[in-house]
């Protein structure tokens, strides 16, 4: 294993550096997010970044890329020192980035967000044919049937992914930057993507892939950096890096993400699903969820496993009243609650932490405090006034309970990092006080530590009644807290499991090959 240093000299011979960062610090405030950083970027290369979420992987990267600019130190770009002013500046000499984050205009079309800002121009403006053109060309090496004319926001939040994948890989650029790009990919979308990787890489493309999904990133890596704290700690060639290397360097020791909670019986059934129903949402003439049962008794912790177009998303989001379903019940502790309106379901207690944080978790203009007391809001309200002490203490005790790391609750939302944010829409959903607690993909875009917390925070509730449910795409996360595995495949329930079961056997009643 090569030894802990941050010199540069000290790195993996891995070919020409065409990228670097030298002592690059990044302060905000009182709080550093670097902290004199040294990192390589190698021509034709993949350097896969590790580090917890606030590690500050995501700020360096905005670095390189232009997007902020640093409180110290210098970049340096073939061999001379540069200083981007924006974004544009950076994409002109070869660096894009994918964030983390999506970043496209919803209202508008794919072809429109892939091209929005260097349009291309003909002789009597706007070539929108010839957008369109390689709009359909992207497309097709992605493997998506994605017309270049339909809306965004009319895509599910996988082909939404790839859309901002699309985007920067038609600026051609030789450095890519790619910050969780395939957090919401289906394992198919992941191995195309890793196909253009490796096309793109013989051709002589940087890549910087910054991923939480660990065992996918090792196939891709041709060297590892991991970051913690704002400062560097590790790195080795791919040849010396395994799993335990990268969890014990990212997080000082090997954690898990818990064990069913036991010690206790269940109680009632406090959410019954029956015979349900649901149409799909995009006008499809075929059911996501068809004829669906299931019962969720307080205090048990289920897991709803299956691949992308399972129909996972649609169920849950159906059960929390965003969804209308064509027929069926959903009963809450005795009490049919299909007519409810999402808000009146939250007041029963039957609440949803959603896939997508960003869009539907939280309000970017809002403190984190004001997130946190949002969906409580009937509870610290008279008539028309807010009754500012019972709110505050809200917000302390949840900060607390859910251990979210922040300066208060005054702070900005986006000040905080993805795995604090996500504790933000649990917390602001623990704070209603639930029966029943719904979450798709809870791990989404966060780090093992992280991960490791929120599982902790839903054992927690179940031992002290709440019944949880929760979707996944990550096998291991099965195999985790809950009780009960259920496994969905093309809108029906394929197989059911005990926590004693196998990945093998979750992944094949999923319709996942197990070849590999």
């Known amino acids: 294993m090569t030894a802990l240093s941050d010199t540069p000299a000290a790195r993996p011979d891995a070919g020409e550096v065409v990228l670097a960062a030298r002592n690059v610090a990044k302060s905000y405030g009182a709080v550093q997010a670097l902290k004199g950083v040294n990192f390589d970027i190698h021509r034709g290369q993949v350097t896969t970044l590790f580090g917890e979420n606030g590690a500050g992987k995501s700020t360096l990267m905005k670095i390189l890329s232009g997007v902020i600019q640093p409180t110290s130190g210098e970049i340096v770009l073939d061999g001379q020192p540069v200083a981007f002013a924006n974004s544009t500046e950076a994409r002109d000499r070869g660096i894009s980035i994918i964030h983390q984050e999506l970043s496209l205009a919803p209202n508008l079309s794919v072809r429109d967000n892939i091209f929005m800002g260097r349009e291309i121009m003909g002789a009597t403006g706007v070539d929108f044919a010839e957008e369109e053109r390689q709009t359909k060309v992207l ?48 394992a198919a979308e992941v191995e195309v993507l890793f196909k253009v990787i490796r096309d793109l890489t013989a051709k002589g493309v940087s890549i910087v892939y910054i991923s939480h999904h660990l065992e996918e990133a090792l196939q891709i890596t041709d060297h590892a950096v991991v970051l913690r704290d704002g400062t560097m700690t590790a790195y080795a060639p791919r040849a010396e890096i395994d799993l335990e290397w990268i969890v014990r360097n990212m997080v000082g020791e090997n954690y898990d993400l818990g064990s069913p909670p036991d010690g206790y019986d269940f109680g009632e059934v406090a959410l019954s699903i029956r015979d349900l129903t649901v149409p799909d949402p995009a006008g499809g003439r075929y059911n996501v969820v068809d004829r669906l049962s299931l019962d969720l008794r307080a205090g048990e912790v289920v897991c709803i496993y299956g691949l992308m177009g399972a129909g996972r998303t649609e169920l849950l989001e159906t059960v929390a009243g965003r969804f209308g379903a064509s027929g069926g019940e959903i009963v809450l502790e005795g009490r049919e609650v299909s007519h409810l309106t999402i808000a009146d379901r939250i007041e029963r207690g039957l609440a949803l932490v959603p896939e997508d944080r960003q869009r539907d978790g939280l309000v970017q203009t809002m403190s984190v405090g004001q997130n946190l007391s949002l969906a409580s809001i009937r509870h610290f309200v008279r008539g028309f006034l807010i009754r500012p002490a019972v709110e ?18 005054g702070a900005a939302i986006g000040s905080l990092s993805g795995g604090n944010q996500q504790k933000v829409v649990i917390g602001k959903i623990m704070a209603t006080h639930p029966k029943v607690i719904m979450l798709d993909e809870p791990s989404r875009g966060i780090d093992i530590g992280a991960k490791a917390e929120v599982f902790r ?18 096998v291991g996360e099965c195999l985790s807290i809950a009780h009960r595995i259920i496994v969905m495949h093309k809108g029906r329930i394929s197989a059911e499991f005990d926590a004693s079961a196998t990945k093998e056997q979750i992944m094949a009643a999923s319709g996942e090959s197990v070849a590999a």
């Open 139 to 186: 497309m097709e090496g992605l493997e998506e049937e994605i017309d270049p004319l339909t809306p965004v926001e009319e895509l599910r939040l996988g082909q939404q992914q790839i859309v901002e994948i699309a985007r920067a890989l038609s600026v051609d650029s030789r450095i890519l930057i790619m910050d969780e790009p395939t957090s919401a990919l289906s």
């Open 392 to 409: 505050k203490k809200l917000i302390e005790d949840t900060i607390r309970d859910v251990t979210v790391k922040t300066s208060g609750g």
């Open 457 to 474: 925070l839903l054992a927690e509730g179940a031992r002290q009644g709440l019944a949880v449910v929760y979707s996944t795409s990550e």
